[in-house]
Each structure stands twice: as structure tokens, then as C-alpha cells.
């Protein structure tokens, strides 16, 4: 079934490390031929796996199950913020880059985005 | 079946008093294996491990990052002797792709009613290599009294003065903390033992003095107030983590023998300020924590950090530079930052910096971890501090009637070596 990918705004479970119960916040739009797919952190109501510590393998579980191809994907991790006057907890966005080695997501590498940048990619 | 239970040492953080108390883990992983099991336990921080010690099968129970190189070092010696080794405990669960390298197989979340199905599996042949279940918690209420039979008590003694002994009342915490990976490893849910399976619990410990280990006493007031009541009877003097700071459960704590408290001193505020003074205001001690290194922190900030603990009333403080431990927030910032430059889990001590601080270099951030600790204890040595605290515990148990006098027998032992006493001998 071929997914609207305009209207992917939903709270995804996946399996985080050793298959546990996890949950993100999940946003998939489609601009110029590429995938953007924005994960959120949710903290508390994440009961397993954070989104960093999942990153590959969660990547790919999206990939399998909206069938995007692993190498269409501009892929976004978010980190909201927490109303915390801790500056650790503020809003974060990063850009993370994978290699793909066997049809499987490695070596991730995180790059932190601006305003102005999650502005362009989210719009 | 003879089960080997082995808690690995670790090197303690130099330039600090070194005080070994009974392990909790390791006790109460024991108490969930069946009646059958015949357990010999070893604490390799007092003890010395016999690697030729006739067993069955062999358990490595760990609780600290900096113990995981030890751990698996010795997973490696008993594995060449032959004998199969599991591993538990809650840093396997935060190092458990690295640790599964050197085990047969490892267990990860709580143990209770699980350990049938593990030995069963062992018996037949068929010990998976990974057992899961990290987020299928038992129920609560299965949590029994820890097996305490096991230690040597003698070991855990400092020239006759037993130490205190480990208990917990609760686990899983509702808090995400940024440095912590408790709500990770025992869930984000509080999940309070029953006040009655708690208090049967402490009935059995011999020991008047106790560390009440949970994360967090601080999650449910109800509960929280009912077992500091039902505690009064039992005449403990106890420390703990952070309870409510609410004047009924202060009071209450109190007549429950709260003894001192760690409390996190995170800023120069007039709320911390305040706080430390209820708790002094219902006679409990207080040992502030202090977390250096977060990126909102510059040279200044922990400079009058340090000076605001000299001018407010704490009994002690514990400094720690930020470890960022796996599965905490800590951890993930830093990843995806590419910020931390030392991966030796040895080195994850609290003690070191192994990562770049946001505001200034490692090496700074490690001077001032050392100016803190020299600054607090300057006129007034750790010893001393704790000796005071000591005096106040021992004036309590006088008034309550459960003094129990140092055993002079072990007068002369440390943590079961011998007390070595610099005697001047010149004839000057």
C-alpha cells in the first residue's frame, strides 16, 4: 500500500535494543524527491530505547515500514524540550548520516541543526 | 547444584575515604534462586576469588560501570576451567553487547521468579545466551528478604565498627534525570514494595544501621509516610537518597531514625539554602551531592558553587564530575556531539572527566573536581566530618537502647586486613 507521505504524524513503536518496547514521535513529508523523517525523543513516555541509542536500526524499521528506500531519506532526530530552565534540556534538532553496508544502517553521524535549517527542511 | 556468586572489585577514586559496605545486588539476586541452589558468594573488593572453588555454574553480578573490565576478566578464567558463567546485575544491562562477549549467557532486568526457567535451561543444555526482560518486570511483591546469610560480615567491619547494611523499599523511578539511567534500567513507572513485605524485610536484619538505597524516596507521599510509620518500631537509624520535603514526612522520617540524607546541590540558591535547614531542623544530617561538568555550569558557576557549600551547613559533601553512563540523556547528548574521548568503562568513576566540557577544557574541569573536594574538607578533614555524624548516630542508639558497642575483637581490622598504624618508633 503506497503511504501519503504528507500526513505520517503518528507515535511509531519499534524495537529497540534487545527487541525492547520503544516508542518515538514520528513525522515522514516528502520534499524534492527525498524523504524527511523526524524522530522525537519522548523521554517519559519513551518505556525503552532512546532514539540516539536506536538510531540505525530505528531507521531502518521506519525505512521497512512506510517502504522508503534506505537511501532516500534525510533523517532528523529531535529532542523537545523539557520547560526546564536547564539548558540540557532545550529543544534540539540533529541531522543524522548513515552509511549503508548490507542493507543495514551504520556508523551514524550526528549534526546539530539551526532554526533556520529545521525551518527548511520541515516546510 | 553449587552456584559461585562473585561481585568484581573495582579501584576506588584515590584521595578519598574508602569505606566497602555489603553489596546489595548480588544478596538479592540470590534470595530468587531456588531452595536447591547451594551458594557460596564472593566479594572480590574483601575477598579473594578461588578460581578452583568446586561449582556448577557461575554467576558475575555487577553494579558499577568501572567494575564491567574486572567482571569480564573473570567470566574468562572460569570459562577456561570449564565452567559455564552468567552475568546480571544492573551495569550488564547498561554494557550488555560488550559483555555478552565474554559470557555464556547473560540476564537482563529483575530476577525475581525468573531463575527456575535460567537453571532449568543450564541443566538441559540449552542456557540461551540472552535472557530479557527488561520491561516484563515481576511483580513487586515477589521481592523478598535479600540473602544477607551470605556475607562475611566480618569483612564489612572497620576496627569493630560494623557497616551499615543495604536495603531498598522500592524500585523504577517516575524521574528522567539527565545523568541517571535508573528510570532506564528498573522502568519510569515508581513501583513501591508493600509497606508490610518492606518492614518484614527489615525485621530481619540484625544490623541497626542501614542504607536505604532507593533511587528516590520522594515519589508517593501516601506510601512514603505510611512506611516511615510503620518503620518507627523498629528503632533503625537509616540514610537515604531525597525524601519529601514536606514537614509531615520529615517529622515522620525523623522518628523513623532518619539518620543523614544525600541532597543534590545544584545551584547557590536560597531554596537549597532553606531546604538543608528543614532537614537539620528535624534533627537529619545532610550530605550534599554535587554534580560538576554540565554545560550549564562555566569556571564561575562552580567556583561559587563551591563557596555557597562552605557558607550553608552541610554534614558532607560528595563531588562528582558527570559520567555520561549509557541510556541516560547524558550519554546521547554527548554521542551525538562527539564529545567524549575516553571509552575505558574504568574510567567512568565519577572521578574522571572523560569527556570535552561545553565551558572549559577536561583538564580544567578535573582541577576544579580536585579544588572542590581539597576546599570542603580544608579545615575540617572527611574523617572528621563523618566522626561527627557518627557520635550523633551512637547518642540516638543510647537514648533508644539499641547501642551495640564496636566489637573489640576486630579493633585491628580493616575490612578483614589488618589496621596499619603509622607509630612513630624514633627515640627522639
Known amino acids: 500500500m503506497q503511504t501519503s507521505f504528507n500526513n505520517i504524524d503518528e507515535i511509531f513503536e519499534f524495537k529497540g535494543l534487545w527487541d525492547i518496547h520503544s516508542k518515538c514521535g514520528l513525522k515522514i513529508h516528502k520534499k524534492d524527491n527525498k524523504y524527511i523523517v523526524l524522530v522525537s525523543e519522548l523521554y517519559q513516555d519513551n518505556p525503552g530505547t532512546s532514539v540516539t541509542q536506536a538510531s540505525c536500526s530505528l531507521a531502518k524499521q521506519i525505512c521497512d515500514a512506510f517502504q522508503i528506500p534506505m537511501n532516500e531519506i534525510i533523517y532528523i532526530e529531535h529532542n523537545p524540550g523539557m520547560n526546564s530552565k536547564l539548558s540540557f534540556y532545550n529543544e534540539e534538532f540533529y541531522m543524522v548520516e548513515f552509511e549503508i553496508l548490507e542493507n543495514e544502517f551504520v556508523n551514524p553521524k550526528w549534526t546539530q541543526l539551526s532554526k533556520e535549517q529545521i525551518n527548511f527542511f520541515l516546510t | ?428
Open chain 2, 1 to 428: 547444584m553449587k552456584f559461585k556468586l562473585i561481585y568484581p572489585k573495582w579501584n576506588k577514586l584515590p584521595g578519598q575515604t574508602t569505606f566497602n559496605l555489603p553489596p546489595h545486588g548480588p544478596v538479592v539476586f540470590a534470595a530468587t534462586l531456588p531452595e536447591y541452589v547451594e551458594v557460596s558468594f564472593t566479594d572480590e573488593n574483601v575477598d579473594v576469588i578461588d578460581f578452583d572453588e568446586d561449582c556448577d555454574f557461575v554467576g558475575i553480578s555487577m553494579m558499577l560501570s568501572t567494575q564491567v573490565k574486572r567482571g569480564w576478566e573473570i567470566a574468562t578464567k572460569f570459562r577456561e576451567n570449564g565452567k559455564q558463567v552468567i552475568f546480571g546485575g544492573i551495569s550488564t544491562m547498561l554494557h550488555a553487547e560488550e559483555t555478552m562477549q565474554y559470557a555464556d549467557s547473560i540476564f537482563l532486568g529483575e530476577a525475581e521468579g525468573r531463575m527456575e526457567e535460567v537453571l532449568s535451561d543450564w541443566r538441559t543444555g540449552k542456557l540461551k545466551k540472552v535472557y530479557n526482560f527488561m520491561t516484563d518486570h515481576p511483580s513487586i511483591e515477589l521481592v523478598g528478604p535479600a540473602r544477607r546469610d551470605l556475607y562475611k560480615r566480618d569483612l564489612y567491619n572497620h576496627k569493630g565498627v560494623q557497616m551499615v547494611d543495604l536495603f531498598h523499599a522500592s524500585r523504577g523511578c517516575r524521574f528522567s534525570c539527565y545523568p541517571c539511567a535508573v528510570s532506564y534500567l528498573g522502568g519510569r513507572k515508581f513501583r513501591p514494595r508493600p509497606v508490610h513485605k518492606a518492614i518484614e524485610e527489615l525485621e530481619t536484619i540484625e544490623n541497626n544501621r542501614l542504607f536505604i538505597v532507593d533511587n528516590s524516596l520522594a515519589q508517593d507521599k501516601k506510601w512514603e509516610e505510611d512506611l516511615f510509620r510503620a518503620m518507627i518500631p523498629l528503632k533503625k537509624q537509616w540514610i537515604s537518597h531525597t525524601i519529601d520535603d514536606d514537614p509531615k514526612i520529615l517529622d515522620l522520617a525523623a522518628q523513623a531514625g532518619a539518620w543523614y540524607v544525600y541532597q543534590a546541590v545544584f545551584d547557590t540558591s536560597d531554596y537549597i539554602k532553606e531546604r538543608i535547614k528543614r532537614y537539620h531542623d528535624y534533627g537529619i544530617g545532610v550530605e550534599g551531592t554535587i554534580l560538576l561538568g554540565l554545560d550549564n555550569q562555566t569556571e564561575d558557576d562552580i567556583l561559587r558553587l563551591i563557596d555557597f557549600l562552605l557558607e550553608i551547613d552541610l554534614d558532607l559533601a560528595e563531588f562528582t564530575v558527570l559520567s555520561p553512563f549509557p541510556h541516560t540523556k547524558a550519554y546521547d547528548d554527548l554521542v551525538r556531539q562527539n564529545r567524549i574521548f575516553d571509552h575505558d568503562w574504568n574510567h567512568y568513576n565519577a572521578g574522571q572527566v572523560v569527556y570535552h566540557p561545553k565551558n572549559m577544557t577536561a583538564e580544567r574541569l578535573q582541577e576544579l573536581y580536585d579544588y572542590a573536594w581539597e576546599s570542603f574538607y580544608k579545615d575540617e578533614s572527611q574523617e572528621e566530618k563523618m566522626f561527627k555524624l557518627f557520635t550523633k548516630v551512637m547518642l540516638r542508639e543510647m537514648e533508644n537502647g539499641t547501642y551495640i558497642p564496636r566489637n573489640r575483637n576486630l579493633a585491628n581490622k580493616t575490612f578483614g586486613k589488618d589496621v596499619v598504624r603509622n607509630i612513630n618508633n624514633s627515640d627522639n
